[in-house]
C-alpha cells in the first residue's frame, strides 16, 4: 500500500509570493496534519485536519492556511512569503482524530525562499 | 525554555555499545509520549511510545518519570543501521481543548564500526 505521499518534492520561491503544497495520507486515513522542520529543529504542528474541518492549529501567523478535501488530501498554502518559511514541509496521516495515534509522515516537501 | 529538551549530540558510539538518551518537557499536563527516530534527509518514523510503567521492544527501552518530567531511552548492543536522530514527542494540551504533538530537536546518534 502506498504511504502518505506530497508534492512537490522541493520548490523554490522569492520572498513575497504564495506557495500551496499537497498532500495524499494513506488510503483510509481522515487525518492529516501539517508540520513545518526547520534543519537542526524537530517538526513544528501547523494544523490538523480531520472529516474536512480544522482541529487543531499550531503557533503560526494567518499566512498559513490549509484545507481538506472529500478524498481526504490536503493543501497547505503560505502566502507572503518570508526567507524564514524555508524549511522542510512534512504532512502526517493517521486513522483517528487523536493526535497520539501513530503519525505516518510523508517525505516532505522542501521549500526555499529566496 | 522549550517545551521538550534534548541533548543533540552527537553521540558516537562503537558497534555493541549501549547508549541512553534523556529528554525534559515543561508541561506537567503532558499526556502521551513517543519516541521517533528520523534519519538524514528522511521523514520522522515511531520507534516507540513510552507508559508509566517503562516499555521494552527488543533492545530499545524507553521509561517515563511523570515526578521529574523525564524520558529516557535506552538502546542496548548498537547496530549500525541505528545511526539516525531521535526526537522526543509529548503531547500537550491546545486552547481549543485537543492535543498536539511537541517535538524535541533530536539527538543525532551515529554508530562507528
Known amino acids: 500500500d502506498a504511504g502518505v505521499t506530497q508534492s512537490p518534492t522541493h520548490l523554490i520561491k522569492t520572498r513575497g509570493q504564495q506557495v500551496t503544497l499537497r498532500c495524499s495520507p494513506i488510503s483510509g486515513h481522515k487525518s492529516v496534519s501539517w508540520y513545518q522542520q526547520v534543519l537542526g529543529q524537530g517538526p513544528q504542528f501547523i494544523f490538523q485536519?480531520?472529516?474536512?474541518?480544522?482541529?487543531g492549529r499550531g503557533n503560526f501567523p494567518d499566512r498559513f492556511s490549509a484545507r481538506q478535501f472529500p478524498n481526504y488530501s490536503s493543501e497547505l498554502n503560505v502566502n507572503a512569503l518570508l526567507l524564514g518559511d524555508s524549511a522542510l514541509y512534512l504532512c502526517?496521516?493517521?486513522?483517528?482524530?487523536?493526535?497520539?495515534?501513530?503519525?505516518?509522515f510523508g517525505p516532505g516537501t522542501r521549500l526555499t525562499v529566496l | 525554555r522549550k517545551e521538550v529538551e534534548q541533548d543533540p549530540g552527537p553521540f558516537n558510539v562503537p558497534e555493541g555499545a549501549t547508549v541512553a538518551f534523556n529528554c525534559t518537557y515543561s508541561?506537567?499536563?503532558?499526556?502521551?509520549f513517543f519516541w521517533y527516530r528520523q534519519d538524514c534527509r528522511k521523514e520522522p518514523k515511531l520507534l516507540m511510545s513510552v507508559y508509566s510503567s517503562g516499555n521494552e521492544d527488543g533492545r530499545f527501552t524507553a521509561q517515563l518519570n511523570r515526578a521529574s518530567q523525564y524520558i529516557s531511552l535506552l538502546i542496548r548492543d548498537s547496530k549500525l543501521s541505528d545511526s539516525a536522530t531521535y526526537l522526543c514527542?509529548?503531547?500537550?494540551?491546545?486552547?481549543?481543548?485537543?492535543?498536539?504533538?511537541?517535538f524535541g530537536s533530536g539527538t543525532r546518534l551515529q554508530v562507528q564500526p
Open positions: 485536519y480531520y472529516e474536512k474541518e480544522e482541529r
Open positions: 502526517a496521516s493517521s486513522s483517528g482524530l487523536a493526535l497520539d495515534n501513530e503519525q505516518f
Open positions: 514527542v509529548v503531547s500537550v494540551g491546545m486552547d481549543t481543548g485537543r492535543r498536539a504533538l511537541t
Open positions: 508541561n506537567s499536563a503532558s499526556q502521551s
